[in-house]
């Protein structure tokens, strides 16, 4: 089957009201964006869908293929299309329904006329393309209500449009239009998770990561940037922070008392992150704590780590269970790089008994013996940048 054109639905774009030109905007964008390596195409924005128009079959598969991944598509559909002449209609809706999996299925047609002058009446084309389909199909029957294929036909000036197939997108809202974030990315399972989860609300990500030679090693850096890379695959560029970190945890161990040296960490590493925020004019800092999981991620552990900065820190994984977030990274396809048997810096001077309730003032206490200030703009200062994905200029245009 040749497909002439793909259908896009905003889903919950079109609540948007006086806004949603920005945000079909941002999509359109998106989309630019995501197939910048592709041969030219036609993006036409209406108010409550969009059509993209290939001019390639080669084209078609790859956006068919990718469409997916882009955040703020609710669903799409590969559309056929063919002259106003009854028989041309006719022949193409078997053309469309043959292209389908049509065993013990029910279907209807549904039509839309755009085009009033055209010869027949809605419901008499209805009729006309509902019985040849059927005596063409035997093995499939006519239902109304909720049927399994809902052969979609609309009458234009210029052509008649056919599809029969809904394949579900992404959802959620385009990337980009609820501004950036810094995501603070261990390498480990759950905050590539809390990435996407972000990246689906429509916030661009920044990632950082703190790196401790030689304690950590080079294959620890490059599960990182393989999982940068990965989210950079769902419509908008990653650029990652790699931050030197081994002088400021060697301090913290000979400072700070073993059971509370994890908070310490987590602290300066929140330090850091809100001036690489900064920097970046990022609006909120991202982790992937979730409530209770290990001790730095009670209650009062993140109070105390929290102290360190006004700056919004969004959890999104903060009422999610360990399968949970398993079975999401294994979704989103981060699940193998994670598992990577690399020792990110938060593991290597893990406490035998860490602290699950630390005190603040305990905490700044144990701190105030040792100015971290001058180590941590060195380490911001020292920091490796890099972008995701990785392309040749003249084929990746960053729209965003």
Same mark, same amino acid.
């Given at each position: 089957?040749?497909?002439?054109?793909?259908?896009?639905?905003?889903?919950?774009?079109?609540?948007?009201?006086?806004?949603?030109?920005?945000?079909?905007?941002?999509?359109?964008?998106?989309?630019?964006?995501?197939?910048?390596?592709?041969?030219?195409?036609?993006?036409?924005?209406?108010?409550?869908?969009?059509?993209?128009?290939?001019?390639?079959?080669?084209?078609?598969?790859?956006?068919?293929?990718?469409?997916?991944?882009?955040?703020?598509?609710?669903?799409?559909?590969?559309?056929?299309?063919? /002259?106003?002449?009854?028989?041309?209609?006719?022949?193409?809706?078997?053309?469309?329904?043959? /292209?389908?999996?049509?065993?013990?299925?029910?279907?209807?047609?549904?039509?839309?006329?755009?085009?009033?002058?055209?010869?027949? /009446?809605?419901?008499?084309?209805?009729?006309?393309?509902?019985?040849?389909?059927?005596?063409?199909?035997?093995?499939?029957?006519?239902?109304?209500?909720?049927?399994?294929?809902?052969?979609?036909?609309?009458?234009?000036?210029?052509?008649?449009?056919?599809?029969?197939?809904?394949? $579900?997108?992404?959802?959620?809202?385009?990337? #980009?239009?609820?501004?950036?974030?810094?995501?603070?990315?261990? #390498?480990?399972?759950?905050?590539?998770?809390? #990435?996407?989860?972000?990246?689906?609300? #429509?916030?661009?990500?920044?990632?950082?990561?703190?790196?401790?030679?030689?304690?950590?090693?080079?294959?620890?850096?490059?599960?990182?940037?393989?999982?940068?890379?990965?989210?950079?695959?769902?419509?908008?560029?990653?650029?990652?922070?790699?931050? $030197?970190?081994?002088?400021?945890? !060697?301090?913290?161990?000979?400072?700070? $008392?073993?059971?509370?040296?994890?908070?310490?960490?987590?602290?300066?590493?929140?330090?850091?992150?809100?001036?690489?925020?900064?920097?970046?004019?990022?609006?909120?800092?991202? %982790?992937?704590?979730?409530?209770?999981?290990?001790?730095? !991620?009670?209650?009062?552990?993140?109070?105390?780590?929290?102290?360190?900065?006004?700056?919004?820190?969004?959890? $999104?994984?903060?009422?999610?269970?360990?399968?949970?977030?398993?079975?999401?990274? !294994?979704?989103?396809?981060?699940?193998?790089?994670?598992?990577?048997?690399?020792?990110?810096?938060? %593991?290597?001077?893990?406490?035998?008994?860490?602290?699950?309730?630390?005190?603040?003032?305990?905490?700044?206490?144990?701190?105030?013996?040792? %100015?971290?200030?001058?180590?941590?703009?060195?380490?911001?200062?020292?920091?490796?940048?890099?972008?995701?994905?990785?392309?040749?200029?003249?084929?990746?245009?960053?729209?965003?």
């Amino acid at each position: 089957m040749e497909w002439k054109e793909i259908l896009v639905r905003y889903g919950e774009l079109s609540t948007k009201g006086r806004n949603r030109n920005a945000f079909t905007g941002r999509l359109r964008d998106n989309i630019k964006y995501a197939f910048a390596d592709l041969p030219k195409f036609q993006i036409i924005t209406e108010r409550d869908r969009m059509f993209i128009r290939p001019n390639e079959k080669e084209t078609m598969d790859q956006i068919i293929d990718r469409l997916p991944r882009i955040f703020g598509i609710q669903s799409f559909s590969p559309v056929a299309s063919c /002259s106003l002449e009854l028989e041309d209609i006719r022949e193409t809706a078997l053309k469309v329904m043959k /292209s389908l999996d049509r065993a013990d299925k029910t279907f209807k047609v549904t039509v839309k006329r755009s085009y009033k002058p055209f010869e027949m /009446s809605t419901n008499e084309l209805q009729e006309y393309v509902g019985s040849y389909v059927l005596s063409s199909f035997p093995e499939i029957k006519v239902q109304m209500k909720k049927p399994d294929i809902d052969l979609r036909i609309e009458v234009r000036r210029e052509a008649v449009y056919m599809t029969a197939q809904i394949i $579900p997108g992404a959802g959620g809202l385009p990337i #980009g239009s609820n501004g950036k974030s810094l995501l603070m990315l261990s #390498g480990g399972i759950d905050s590539p998770v809390a #990435g996407y989860q972000m990246l689906k609300r #429509g916030v661009r990500l920044d990632a950082i990561h703190f790196y401790s030679p030689p304690f950590t090693s080079e294959l620890s850096k490059e599960k990182v940037m393989d999982l940068s890379d990965k989210l950079s695959r769902f419509g908008a560029s990653v650029k990652l922070h790699i931050i $030197p970190f081994t002088a400021i945890q !060697q301090e913290i161990q000979k400072q700070i $008392p073993d059971n509370v040296s994890m908070t310490t960490t987590r602290r300066m590493m929140l330090r850091i992150a809100d001036l690489v925020r900064e920097e970046t004019k990022a609006l909120a800092i991202i %982790t992937g704590e979730s409530l209770g999981q290990v001790a730095s !991620q009670t209650l009062e552990s993140l109070t105390a780590i929290n102290a360190v900065t006004n700056t919004p820190v969004l959890r $999104p994984l903060i009422s999610y269970d360990k399968l949970d977030i398993i079975e999401f990274a !294994q979704e989103i396809d981060t699940y193998e790089v994670s598992i990577r048997p690399y020792e990110d810096c938060c %593991t290597i001077f893990t406490s035998s008994s860490p602290k699950t309730k630390p005190k603040l003032e305990k905490v700044e206490f144990y701190e105030s013996f040792k %100015t971290f200030d001058e180590m941590i703009t060195q380490a911001v200062n020292e920091r490796e940048v890099m972008m995701f994905p990785k392309k040749k200029e003249d084929k990746f245009v960053d729209f965003l």
